[in-house]
């Protein structure tokens, strides 16, 4: 079946220090691959996605590049805000259907 | 503006006493999902609706129950609530991605179950 791993936070940082969360899955097919991000007490935003292989999602100075060879999505952020403290989720949909495979989540914390 | 707003934001309830929850949409979307996510995990996809066809996970108990009277509206019923159901149930509203075309899902900002 299909699943998604990424790294265990948290991730703790300075502002304006530069972010990686790793995020690699497994899937049949050609599935779709996003990045959702969660703030305190809030549901699921989504940040940038990608449908197809050499994608690259952006948003909000955030990016992801879709690597078929490396079967990886990995978020990045050049430089990060207080505002950025949240928790990421790395998700999968599979060509077959609608249903969304997620990442456990990682927690990034911005400290000013 | 909200497109996908879960009623209420907290739920207290006893144990044992059912509760609805609520989800309403303005996006006209015709898959609509339910998840449950305890603190600090993932969402876990309880089940979902493509139109009027209702999907249950296999792993959702029985106690989870659920309508959608319309296109709008979605309702989760927990029958008997136990201290295990505690947590922050997720709405989520999408079109149909199985026809080729990739389509997110949008999320409602949930509502946090406590169970007394």
Redesign the interface.
Known sequence: GNSVTQMEGPVTLSEEAFLTINCTYTATGYP?L?W?VQYP??????LL?A?KADDKGSNKGFEATYRKETTSFHLEKGSVQVSDSA?Y?CAL?GA?????T????T?VLVKP | DAMVIQNPRYQVTQFGKPVTLSCSQTLNHNVMYWYQQKSSQAPKLLFHYYDKDFNNEADTPDNFQSRRPNTSFCFLDIRSPGLGDAAMYLCATSRDSARGRVQPQHFGDGTRLSIL
């Open positions: 779709s996003f959702y007490g809030e549901g699921l935003q989504l996605k449908t928790v989720f949909l077959a259907g609608n249903k969304l997620f990442g456990g989540g927690r």
